[in-house]
Every structure is written in structure tokens, then in C-alpha cells.
């Protein structure tokens, strides 16, 4: 499976964003879909995820304020209302066949 993300950019704080993930190669293997991010110094951590049956979860600190979705090969994770601490890296991930395969990243930068 490869994964391609894009539509990070440059937001002001309280600006939207809308992120993209594109699958290729053996997608009909996969299962949960996820946003997980990484800021200068910090781990990487899930953001949100969505399974096959569309069941989604999100972290607190973005509850309310992002939504995740899918789309056949497609994921998206809108932003809103963002915030300076939303900076980050952001990478799409997909377990397929109880492996997790990871795309090269989207950076999202909010300025206050």
C-alpha cells in the first residue's frame, strides 16, 4: 500500500485547513484508517482514525474541531478552528492486513 498526503499549508489561528490521503497498490486489504501528527521535540501521536464501518474516534484535543472521513481509496481530515498548537507534521496511516503503512507527512502550520 502507498499513501500520498497533501493540503497542509499556512493558517492563521481560527482558519480551516482540509487534508487529503490517497491509497494505491492493494487497498482492498485495508482496514482502520488514521491522522496521527508530530510537532518539534514531541512523539507522534493519533489524531484521529476511522475503521472500515465507519466508526471514528478522535483525540480530546481536537474533539469538536476536525473531522475525519473516508472515501473508497480516499481519507480526509478537515481542521478547523485551529490553533498555534495544531502545528505539526501530519502523516495519514492505513493497517492493511495488521501492518501499518504510513504516508511521507503534510506540514500544517498555524500562526497566532
Not at 496521527?36 to 474533539?63: C, F, H, M
Not at 478552528?81 to 504516508?103: H, I
Amino acid at each position: 500500500v502507498q499513501l500520498q498526503a497533501f493540503g497542509g499549508g499556512l493558517v492563521q489561528a481560527g482558519g480551516s485547513l482540509r487534508l487529503s490521503c490517497a491509497a494505491s497498490g492493494t487497498t482492498f486489504t485495508i482496514d482502520d484508517m488514521g491522522w496521527y501528527r508530530q510537532a518539534p521535540g514531541n512523539k507522534r501521536e493519533l489524531v484521529a482514525s476511522i475503521s472500515s464501518g465507519g466508526r471514528t474516534n478522535y483525540a480530546d484535543s481536537v474533539k469538536g474541531r476536525f473531522t475525519i472521513s473516508r472515501d473508497k481509496n480516499m481519507l480526509y481530515l478537515q481542521l478547523s478552528s485551529l490553533k498555534s498548537e495544531d502545528t505539526a507534521v501530519y502523516y495519514c496511516a492505513v493497517d492493511s492486513n495488521s501492518r501499518l503503512y504510513w504516508g511521507q507527512g503534510t506540514q500544517v502550520t498555524v500562526s497566532s
